[in-house]
């Protein structure tokens, strides 16, 4: 079993926050490398977070620096990804995705991926 669900989005004011969850199977948890895509429609998917398995060193990119974070609970077996100071330009499917690989952060590197969900922000 290696799954991958996303949830927790849905349509927030801008300035809002708003909380992704990743549930993971043992596997993927375990992954070397966890992290966060979006993709908006006509648009190529694109980086938001990674966050390294052993040292939860954490990687963001410079469109969301400061308002999203990125977190994992063991316990729960789960990845988050807190939203906050939400904008328009955020508003796409978010997926949550993992690699095998240490530092990974090229869409090819990640071999496994949820469903997404749809993350809409409004003016």
């Known amino acids: 079993q290696a799954h991958l669900v996303e949830s927790g989005g849905g349509l927030v004011q801008a300035g809002d926050s708003l909380r992704l969850t990743c549930a993971a199977s043992?596997?993927?948890?375990?992954?070397?490398?966890q992290a966060w895509f979006r993709q908006s429609p006509g648009k190529e998917r694109e980086l938001v977070a990674t966050i390294d398995y052993n040292s939860d060193s954490t990687y963001y990119a410079d469109s969301v620096e400061g308002r999203f974070t990125l977190s994992r609970d063991s316990t729960k077996r789960s990845v988050y990804l807190q939203m906050n100071s939400l904008k328009p330009e955020d508003t796409a499917v978010y997926y949550c995705?993992?690699?095998?690989?240490?530092?990974?952060?090229?869409?090819?590197?990640?071999?496994?991926w949820g469903q997404g969900t749809q993350v809409t922000v409004s003016s």
């Open positions: 995705a993992a690699a095998g690989i240490r530092g990974a952060r090229r869409l090819e590197e990640f071999k496994f």
């Open positions: 043992d596997r993927l948890f375990r992954a070397a490398t």
